[in-house]
């Protein structure tokens, strides 16, 4: 997912929307314009997601 993100770094942000299969918002993510950026996020991104998930088990 990280490399695809990396990919689509073009010096502006982009809002990327993650949907369950209800289509309910799980998160909304600000592609950053910089892939420094990005890995700090990445480190971010994980835990959350994680949490997240753990939550509507």
């Not at 592609?31 to 950026?37: G, S």
């Amino acid at each position: 997912m990280w490399e695809i993100f990396s990919q689509m770094i073009d010096g502006a942000e982009k809002e990327i929307i993650f949907l369950d299969e209800e289509e309910k918002v799980l998160f909304i993510y600000i592609l950053p314009k910089n892939l420094e950026k990005l890995e700090e996020d990445r480190k971010i991104f994980a835990k959350e997601y994680a949490d997240k998930i753990s939550d509507l088990n």
